[in-house]
Structure formats: C-alpha cells, structure tokens
C-alpha cells in the first residue's frame, strides 16, 4: 500500500456525518501547538527523523522578538513548534513548569463564531475571542477554549488565507524529504484520578462530541497498575480524544507518572497515521528513534494469532520490529509506541496503520502497559 492508494477514510477510520446537524462543526486539526526547552533543535529532530518538511518561520528574522515559531507538515499533520528567545518570555515558565508538549490541539471550524456562541451558552471558558488576523495572504478568523489543565482548543477558519501559515510568518525553503506519517489519528489527554467524566462530559456539551469507546477494569490493567480511559470523537470521527485518568492499583500507573513529571494534566501521546508501518518504524530506527520493546512471548500467544487472523504482513515481519497488531468487528490495526520524546517521561508518539477498525488496540493493551511498567521500573518510577 503507498501513500497514493490510501484514502483518508481509510487511513484514520473515517464514518459518514452530516456536518450540518453539529452546533460546533469541526472539519480536522488544523496543527499541533508545542512549547520546547528549544525549538531549533527539536524542528530539526522532527525534520531529520520523521520526515517532516519545513515550510514557516517566525522569529528575531522575521520581528517576532519574544521566540521561534517552525511550522512543520507532514501530509495533512502540521506541528507549530515554539521555543523562547527572550528570557522573559511566558514560554519559560510554561517549560519549566512542564517540559516539552503540546499545548494546543489547534481545530479547523467552518464558522468561528457559531462554535464561539454554542462554546459560550454551554458554559466553556473563552481564553481568545473570535477575531480576525490579515496579511497580504488574507485573514484567518480564530478564537481559543480553554480545556484541560493549560491545554487549549484554537479554533481556527482560514479558509479566506492563502499564506505559509499564520500572518507573522515567513514562508520557508525545506529540502526534500520522505514523509513518514501522514495525518494525526488521534491525540490522547491524561487527567487527574476523578476528573476524566468530567472533561468527557465537557466534550459532549460543548463541542458535541460523541462516546466512541471505554476501558474501565481489567480491559487496561496489569498486576501493577491500572487506569481508566474514554474516547470522544466528533460526528465523522475526524477528530478523536482518549482521555485517561489513574486508576488505583498496587503500584503507579504510567498515568500518574505522566502527572507528577508533566505537573498537571496534557497531552500524553499522538497517535501518527501510516499507509506502512514497517518502512516507517524501518526509517524511524534508521535515524535513532527508540520504540517501546515488546516480548517475544507476545506473537507467540496462540490466542493472539488465532483472534488476528491474516493480516497484510507475516507475524514474523512484525515480532522483528516490534509492531502490535489488534482485530475488532470492523477489521484490524497495526500499531507501535516511542520512547518519551524529550527527557521527562511525558510525551510520545504512537504510529498507526488502520485496515478497516475503527479502535485503538484494546487487544495490546497488557502488552503496552506491561512494556511502559518495564521502561517505569528502569526509571525507578513504578
């Protein structure tokens, strides 16, 4: 399968919606925004290892003196990678706080100020109001919602904008790259114990997000540790939130680690959309990008391979790389996690291969976290 052949619905489980009945319509992602210790280096890692081509700029160069700003694409994924230059800036204190992470999960909308008006009666905080930014490329109508911890949703029509980026931005040359990704999947949030049906609740209010799916119990424990996590989605599933909170167990779960290290709750991990998996992990390890390990004993279960059944590649192709593979009524989904991206253990990447299902590997679960718990242990955090 290439790039080519793969159709959006394919590549993240799209469903068939009519946008018109939402009363906050929300298209896509527009971009991830992320604050990092320093944003030259870790657009460089992005570009160098993922693939990822370089096309805006905004810093010293360009007048904006309080930081950098690289806009990166990869097909349809787009990261807003921010660092400071100015030692006053408010970015450093947000990374001393927390490290680096997102802290905006940026959405295309086709109307701004309905979502604003719906957002508002149904009691979200409002951190921008909706207003109008213009260059000689066009103007971009946004606003922003505060949700949780100090993650926000920028809201964002720029279907009247024809530039790089954003006004205040520079168009950039990038060489040439292969991509290795192609669209964000989903983007996964940890919350504090207690708090995880509240902001589920927030998403069906407010945006009128749906339940897509739940893991409560034994469906995401080990021995050890447990947590609890719900999806919410909007109408044609575009756009996908697990959200996770702790559950109490005999020792810490990877959720609370997040908490403590992250100080607070965020973005946990993205979950990045592949039409092939195992060039991409090939070219990921080729650039020294480090994965979760996974045991041997994993794709010798016969339970596993009698519930997975024929999948595109042989079992032996995925136990050499590491690759988890999981089946539901709709059909299967190759999948595999890094390593923490920076140096605390917050947040990581997922990279996902969809053939049909519409979930999230809740077959791998044990062996995910039972491989997070080994990674926890070394880090003398379990």
């Given at each position: 399968?290439?790039?080519?052949?793969?159709?959006?619905?394919?590549l993240?489980?799209?469903?068939?919606?009519?946008?018109?009945?939402?009363?906050?319509?929300?298209?896509?992602?527009?971009?991830?925004?992320?604050?990092?210790?320093?944003?030259t280096?870790?657009?460089?890692?992005?570009r160098?290892?993922?693939?990822?081509?370089?096309?805006?700029?905004?810093?010293?160069?360009?007048?904006?003196?309080?930081?950098?700003?690289?806009?990166l694409?990869?097909?349809?994924?787009?990261?807003?990678?921010?660092?400071?230059?100015?030692?006053?800036?408010?970015?450093?204190?947000?990374?001393?706080?927390h490290?680096?992470?997102?802290?905006?999960?940026?959405?295309?909308?086709?109307?701004?100020?309905?979502c604003?008006?719906?957002?508002?009666?149904?009691?979200?905080?409002?951190?921008?109001?909706?207003?109008d930014?213009?260059?000689?490329?066009?103007?971009?109508?946004?606003a922003?919602l505060a949700?949780?911890?100090?993650?926000?949703?920028?809201?964002?029509?720029?279907?009247?904008?024809?530039?790089p980026?954003?006004?205040?931005?520079?168009?950039?040359?990038?060489?040439?790259?292969?991509?290795?990704?192609?669209?964000?999947?989903?983007?996964v949030?940890?919350v504090?114990?207690?708090?995880?049906?509240?902001?589920?609740?927030?998403?069906?209010?407010?945006?009128?997000?749906?339940?897509?799916?739940?893991?409560?119990?034994?469906?995401?424990?080990?021995?050890?540790?447990?947590?609890?996590?719900?999806v919410?989605?909007?109408?044609?599933?575009?756009?996908?939130?697990?959200?996770?909170?702790?559950?109490?167990?005999?020792?810490?779960?990877?959720?609370?680690?997040?908490?403590?290290?992250y100080?607070?709750?965020?973005?946990?991990?993205?979950?990045?959309?592949?039409?092939d998996?195992?060039a991409?992990?090939?070219?990921?390890?080729?650039?020294?990008?480090?994965?979760?390990p996974?045991?041997?004993?994993?794709y010798?279960?016969?339970?596993?391979?009698?519930?997975?059944?024929?999948?595109?590649?042989?079992?032996?192709?995925?136990?050499?790389?590491?690759?988890l593979?999981?089946?539901?009524?709709?059909?299967y989904?190759?999948?595999?996690f890094t390593?923490?991206l920076?140096?605390?253990?917050?947040?990581?990447?997922?990279?996902?291969?969809?053939?049909?299902?519409?979930?999230?590997?809740?077959?791998?679960?044990?062996a995910?976290?039972?491989?997070?718990?080994?990674?926890?242990?070394?880090?003398?955090?379990?």
């Open positions: 399968m290439t790039i080519e052949q793969t159709t959006e619905r394919e993240v489980g799209l469903i068939d919606h009519d946008d018109s009945t939402d009363p906050f319509p929300v298209l896509g992602f527009d971009s991830l925004g992320w604050v990092v210790g320093n944003a280096q870790t657009a460089h890692f992005l160098s290892a993922f693939g990822m081509e370089l096309v805006a700029y905004s810093g010293p160069e360009t007048g904006n003196r309080d930081h950098k700003a690289f806009v694409r990869s097909g349809d994924a787009r990261f807003v990678i921010r660092g400071a230059v100015d030692p006053d800036s408010e970015l450093v204190g947000h990374h001393t706080r490290g680096d992470g997102v802290v905006d999960v940026a959405l295309t909308v086709p109307d701004v100020d309905r604003v008006a719906q957002a508002r009666k149904a009691g979200a905080r409002i951190v921008v109001e909706p207003h930014e213009t260059d000689e490329f066009g103007t971009i109508r946004t922003a949700t949780y911890g100090e993650t926000r949703h920028t809201l964002v029509d720029r279907s009247n904008y024809h530039g980026y954003w006004p205040g931005f520079a168009a950039t040359q990038s060489t040439s790259t292969t991509p290795t990704f192609v669209a964000i999947d989903h983007v949030g940890n504090e114990l207690g708090m995880m049906d509240r902001w589920v609740e927030f998403y069906q209010r407010v945006m009128g997000f749906e339940n897509m799916a739940e893991f409560v119990g034994a469906d995401i424990a080990t021995q050890y540790s447990a947590l609890m996590s719900k919410v989605a909007n109408g044609n599933h575009r756009v996908k939130f697990p959200l996770n909170e702790p559950a109490v167990g005999r020792k810490r779960s990877q959720i609370d680690e997040y908490l403590q290290f100080r607070g709750p965020g973005v946990q991990h993205i979950a990045l959309a592949t039409p998996i195992l991409t992990v090939d070219a990921l390890k080729a650039q020294g990008v480090e994965f979760l996974t045991p041997a004993s994993y010798e279960d016969p339970e596993l391979r009698a519930r997975i059944g024929h999948v595109r590649v042989p079992i032996d192709e995925l136990h050499e790389r590491g690759i593979v999981d089946r539901d009524e709709d059909g989904l190759l999948q595999i390593r923490p920076g140096d605390r253990p917050t947040v990581f990447f997922e990279l996902i291969e969809r053939h049909g299902s519409l979930g999230f590997g809740k077959g791998n679960f044990k995910l976290f039972q491989a997070i718990e080994r990674e926890q242990e070394a880090r003398g955090n379990l």
